[in-house]
């Protein structure tokens, strides 16, 4: 119930349209009833009686009559059938655009924890297969589903207006039918929740290998991967097969029945017939009608696969649809009058992915305008200690304060648009270089655009290219080399003008030389700013105003450079690892 209750709100604006088709669904299907109503009246009227040819001859306008309105109605329910329909697919392109945006617009509300959960195959399943899936429920099944029991009901109530005897004996068999249906449904149902998942397991598949085809080539692991597919298309298929297939073991059942109404039919009717219970006109009448019982109890089979196909694929999107982020502004969020200053401070701060904890009360406190390094060994902490500020995460103990506020009591919009971050996986989106640049700040001037890739140390080699600051980069920036890469998005992060900048190893891929030029620029930025820069070289870090150890999630140790180097630690280490 909830699954309708979800379509219909999301038909606004076309549920009058979606009513109008239901009804017009209804007229149609009632129409079927007059071709055979008419043959009964003709045979009755114009074969049987015994001076047929004299009343033929003396009644002849009325016969034609008859004809000319039996075609007039094949003809109008023509007409209808093919508005009906266009009905059904314009509300259904409505509805589906609706629940594709709202997806959307949801999906990109989320927090790192959905991305965590949700794979991008599995998401982008969601938005296609599955919201078609939806449409076919709205255009297709729901339609069937009307119009069958539409044709069954109004045939049923036209057999009890010309015998009753016979119409019971007809529908008798119906609950042969309700006892498949309910057995069928409730073996195929979690058939195609499987069914689902496989679907989405095999575009995850798919998408991982697609994204990653380079780190695919270059461990030559083509036929793996395609082999890897390989066996999840043919787990798709086997239980597509096994859903569809299921069916099969019901329909002897059903097409016995639907055999066995004709029979019945011929019969009792013949019998019947002669016995003068009913008229030949009336024999016709059923004989003609027998189809509107039997085809609905054979398209039972496919309603039912549909249905379940929709249910599971309903379900998914609605996980979606509702999921709320839990990183969000709070009502009585608080609207910082002006600029961020950059002040930062993590109070006691704990934080876990899951049961797994990563940070372990972690207590630091950065000026406004300080440039503070972060060491430490890989998997210490020191992206997620980052992400904590901008509220990619959220703190499970403890809090992380900007200017003295708690993150979570600011409102997202304007903290995140305060910080700028330039992230250790470097995506550029296939725009010109002009638009990676400006992607946080797009009424920026051209010259603008060129002072941050300046500051990055980027205008030289861009100018180069072929097109210059319009250069197309390739999806994931394919045609520029890491360092290149690593350069555009410190002057993305550069371009908002941030009280606080973000670098995680952003200076990596670059030569020392490169780096120092960066350096001195983000000493000589024109704006203040806060910067935070995750280092793995000693060159990076060496100049900051301190230099904070990270270790299995806890801070090891806080100093300048001159002060670390002087103490045993991970910091004297690795500099004379590196000298
Ligand atoms: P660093 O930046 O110092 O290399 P990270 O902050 O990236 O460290 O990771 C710290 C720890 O948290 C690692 O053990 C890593 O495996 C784990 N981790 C990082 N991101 C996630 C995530 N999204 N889900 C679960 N665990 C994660």
């Given amino acids: 119930m ?79 059938q093919y508005s009906t329909n266009m009905l059904y697919e314009v509300t259904s392109q409505a509805l589906i655009y609706r629940v594709r945006k709202k997806m959307y617009e949801n999906i990109n509300k989320q927090d790192a924890t959905f991305y965590d959960r949700f794979r991008t195959g599995d998401i982008m399943t969601r938005m296609t297969g599955d919201i078609d899936m939806v449409r076919h429920s709205v255009a297709w099944i729901i339609k069937t589903v009307i119009e069958s029991l539409t044709l069954f009901i109004a045939s049923i109530i036209y057999f009890f207006s010309m015998d009753w005897l016979t119409a019971i004996c007809l529908i008798a068999l119906t609950p042969v039918i309700f006892g498949v249906s309910f057995f069928f449904k409730k073996k195929v149902r979690p058939m195609y929740v499987t069914l689902r998942e496989k679907l989405s397991l095999m575009n995850t598949a798919a998408e991982e290998n697609i994204s990653g085809n380079r780190v695919v080539k270059a461990f030559a692991r083509e036929d793996y991967e395609i082999g890897k597919f390989d066996e999840k298309s043919v787990d798709y298929s086997k239980a597509n097969k096994r859903a569809a297939l299921t069916w099969l073991d019901f329909f002897p059942i059903i097409e016995i029945t639907a055999q066995a ?29 027998i189809w509107t019982l039997a085809n609905p109890m054979r398209n039972i089979g496919t309603i039912i696969n549909d249905f379940q ?72 902490g020191k992206t997620t200690l980052v992400e904590l500020i901008a509220r990619i995460y959220d703190v499970n103990g403890g809090k992380v304060t900007v200017d003295g506020n708690d993150v979570r009591m600011l409102k997202l919009k304007q903290l995140r648009s305060s910080i700028g971050m330039a992230t250790q996986d470097v995506l550029l989106y296939s725009d010109t ?46 045609g520029l080399s890491g360092g290149q890469k690593q350069r555009i998005a410190l002057a993305r992060a550069l371009a908002v003008k941030p009280a606080i900048l973000v670098l995680d190893d952003t200076t990596s891929a670059v030569d020392l030389e490169t780096e120092t030029h960066i350096q001195e620029s983000l000493r000589n930025l024109d704006f203040p700013c806060t910067k935070i820069i995750i280092a793995q070289r000693i060159s990076s870090a060496k100049d900051a105003d301190k ?12 100093g300048t450079h001159e002060e670390l180097i002087q103490r045993e630690g991970y910091y004297r280490e690795v500099y004379e690892l590196q000298h």
Avoid at 263 to 287: C, D, H, K, N, P
Avoid at 550 to 558: E, R
């Fill in 261 to 289: 109404l004709s029979v019945i039919q011929l019969l009792l009717g013949g019998v019947f017939a002669i016995s003068g219970r009913i008229t030949v006109g009336e024999f016709t009448a059923f004989a003609g009608l």
């Fill in 2 to 80: 909830f699954l309708f209750r979800w379509l219909w709100t999301n038909m606004e604006g076309y549920k009058g349209r979606y009513i109008l088709a239901l009804c017009l669904s209804v007229v149609c299907q009632v129409m079927f009833l007059v071709t055979p109503m008419m043959s009964q009246q003709i045979v009755d009227t114009f074969i049987m009686p015994e001076d047929a040819a004299y009343i033929i001859k003396t009644q002849s306008t009325l016969l034609w009559q008859m004809v000319w309105i039996m075609i007039g109605f094949t003809f109008l329910r023509t007409v209808i």
């Fill in 309 to 380: 196909r929709f249910t599971a694929s309903a379900n998914k999107i609605i996980e979606v649809y509702y999921g709320r982020s839990k990183i969000a502004d709070r009502e009585d969020a608080i609207d910082l009058p002006e600029r961020i200053k950059g002040s930062i401070e993590f109070q006691n701060v704990d934080f876990s992915y899951g049961d797994i904890q990563v940070l372990h009360d972690i207590n630091l406190k950065i000026e406004p305008g300080e440039t503070v390094a972060i060491m430490g060994p890989t998997g210490s």
């Fill in 433 to 478: 270089i002009d638009g990676n640049i400006a992607f946080g700040n797009t009424s920026m001037s051209e010259e603008e655009v060129v002072r941050c890739a300046e500051y990055a140390d980027a205008d030289g080699f861009i100018r180069k290219l072929s097109e210059g600051y319009e250069t197309i980069v390739g999806e994931r920036g394919v």
């Fill in 547 to 558: 230099i904070v150890i990270l270790q299995n999630g806890t801070i090891a140790d806080v």
